[in-house]
């Protein structure tokens, strides 16, 4: 009669098995915190950004080819990647992108990662970029 007890318990434990690997899995995101400061690059050309990044983790050398557009410099650090795209010839800024490893569920979350206060100023305009569950899984920043 034990026995037939004990087989009853089975689906239970299971059930509190699965339940404990899924809350194991489960982790609350982390609150963002400023990973690049945007504002503070705008006005800058590549080289004096470069000053202040670092090494990019692009490891190929700047176009040579003159008739190159653009190009792009990227960053990772602290789980969030900064895209920069330049014109080779002019050393100017034309675009930061901002893509965190994983999505925000909020926009004011993501605009913290770059320091930015506003959607708009008279220096840059951003453009939200989504995942396909609608949550932020970017900025663009074009520079005016």
Known sequence: MMNIELNNLKPIKYF???LLVFCASCTEPKPPQVTFDIPALIGKNIDEVRKVLGKSDDTSPDPSDSSVKGYTNWYHKNGQELLIDFDPRTRKITRFY???????????????????????????????????????????????
Do not use: C, W
């Open 98 to 144: 901002i893509h965190p490893d994983v999505p925000y569920d909020n926009l004011e979350d993501v605009m913290k990662v770059g320091n930015l206060d506003s959607i708009e100023t008279m220096n840059y305009r951003t453009e939200p970029r989504y995942s396909f569950l609608r949550s932020y899984s970017g900025i663009e920043v074009i520079i005016r």
């Open 16 to 18: 509190l098995y699965i």
